[in-house]
C-alpha cells in the first residue's frame, strides 16, 4: 500500500492505490497570515560560528548587522526590495505576509502551496530556473534571499561578496551554510530560526514568532496521535534507480525522519544525501520507503524500478507495499517541512 501527499498534477501517481494522507501540505491557520495575521513563540537564540547566523535586532528602524554562513551582513532598515532564489526561501517571505517587499523570485521545484498562491502572483517571476546577475540586478534588490548556496554562484544571483560591494546584502539559509559539517544532524529548530531571523530583519518579527507556534503545534499535535514509530526503519529515496540516492544522517530528510520518530535506515551516512548500493538496500531491509516525488525522478518511476529489480523485489517494504510518497519541494528547509514530518507519521498511521 502506498500512501501520498497530494502532488499537483500527477493524477497517474494514484493509479496504484495511493491513498492521499493530506489534502494538501497546510501551515494550519497562520496561512492566512501571509494575508495578514499573527501567533507566538520563539526558539532560544543560538551561538554564531561560520555556519550558523547572528542574532538580528528586532527592531524595524534600526541598522542591523549579522553573520549569516561566515559572511558579515548589515542592513540600515528593513528591506524594501527583495528578490528570492529558490523556493522555499520564496515562500518563508510569503508566508509572512512580505510580498509587498518582493521585486523579483525564482526557481520553483514544485507549484507553490495552495494557500499562497494568490500573493505569489502578486510577485514578478524573473525565470523557472536561476535568473542571471544581469537579470537580478535590473529589479535594483536591497537584499537576495536563498535558499541554496547555488544561488550564489558568479553565473548566477553573483557571488555575496560582490554584491555587498554593491551594497546588496545577502541571506542564505543557515541549513545550508558551506562550512556546516557533515556530520553535524540538522534540527528543525534551525527551519524555525530562519523564519524568525528573516521576521526580525524585515521587522515582522511578531508574524514570525506566530508562523513558529503555529508549526509547533501542527507538529506536536500530529505527534500525540499517532503510535510509536521509534522501530520502524525507513528509507528515504530521492532519486536514482542504478545507485540510489538517499536521505541520510545529517540534512533535511535526516531531519524529518528524526522529527516523526522513525529510524533512519542509512543514518550512520554523513552528510545529507548519498549514492548507496542496492546490496546495502538489501542488506538494511527497510520496514518502509519514502518515495520522494519530482517531476526528475517520480514517485512512480521509482516504485516501478524497485519492484522490477531481481532481489530488491524482495524487500520487505516492496512486499508489503509499504511506500509513503513525499514531494521534493517539502525537503528543503522551509515552511513545509513539519508537513512532511506529519505526512510521514500519519502514512505511517496508515501502513500499520
Same mark, same amino acid.
Given at each position: ?41 520563539? =526558539? ?125 546584502? =545577502? ?182
Amino acid at each position: 500500500m502506498t500512501v501520498s501527499t497530494h502532488v499537483p498534477h500527477r493524477s497517474r501517481l494514484h493509479r496504484r492505490r495511493f491513498v492521499p494522507v493530506l489534502a494538501c501540505l497546510t501551515l494550519g491557520g497562520v496561512l492566512l497570515a501571509a494575508c495578514g495575521s499573527d501567533d507566538d513563540t520563539t =526558539t532560544e537564540q543560538r551561538e554564531s560560528d561560520d555556519s550558523t547566523t547572528t542574532p538580528l535586532a528586532d527592531t524595524a528602524n534600526e541598522s542591523t548587522s549579522s553573520t549569516n554562513c561566515g559572511i558579515e551582513v548589515s542592513i540600515e532598515a528593513p528591506p524594501e526590495r527583495t528578490v528570492t532564489m529558490n523556493q522555499a526561501a520564496t515562500e518563508v517571505m510569503l508566508a509572512l505576509g512580505l510580498q509587498d517587499r518582493m521585486v523579483g523570485t525564482a526557481y520553483l521545484d514544485d507549484e507553490i502551496l495552495p494557500e499562497l498562491a494568490e500573493v505569489y502572483a502578486e510577485v514578478p517571476v524573473l525565470s523557472d530556473r536561476y535568473p542571471s546577475s544581469e537579470t537580478v540586478l535590473d529589479t535594483e534588490p536591497d537584499l537576495i534571499y536563498a535558499s541554496y548556496p547555488s544561488a550564489f554562484q558568479p553565473e548566477n544571483a553573483g557571488e555575496r561578496a560582490d554584491l555587498a560591494e554593491l551594497g546588496i546584502a =545577502t541571506y542564505l539559509s543557515p541549513a545550508a551554510c558551506p562550512g556546516r559539517s557533515d556530520d553535524e544532524p540538522l534540527d528543525i529548530e534551525a527551519v524555525w530560526q530562519e523564519i524568525e531571523e528573516i521576521g526580525a530583519r524585515f521587522g515582522v518579527a511578531d508574524a514570525a514568532d506566530d508562523l513558529v507556534a503555529a508549526q509547533r503545534a501542527e507538529l506536536q499535535e500530529a505527534l500525540d496521535v499517532t503510535a510509536d514509530h521509534s522501530s520502524t526503519t525507513v528509507m528515504w529515496w530521492d532519486n536514482s534507480t542504478d545507485a540510489p540516492s538517499v536521505g541520510v544522517c545529517c540534512g533535511a530528510p535526516g531531519m524529518i525522519m528524526d522529527a516523526a520518530g522513525v529510524r533512519n535506515a542509512f543514518a550512520d551516512e554523513a552528510g545529507s544525501w548519498a549514492a548507496v548500493s542496492w546490496e546495502q538496500v538489501v542488506e538494511r531491509d527497510p520496514d518502509v520507503i519514502v518515495l520522494v516525488d519530482s517531476d526528475w525522478s517520480t514517485a512512480e518511476d521509482k516504485r516501478s524500478a524497485i519492484e522490477s529489480t531481481p532481489a530488491v523485489d524482495g524487500l520487505r517494504a516492496v512486499r508489503n507495499e509499504q511506500y509513503v510518497v513525499i514531494p521534493f519541494s517539502a525537503t528543503t528547509p522551509g515552511i513545509r517541512n513539519v508537513s512532511a514530518v506529519v505526512a510521514l507519521a500519519e502514512g505511517l498511521e496508515v501502513l500499520r
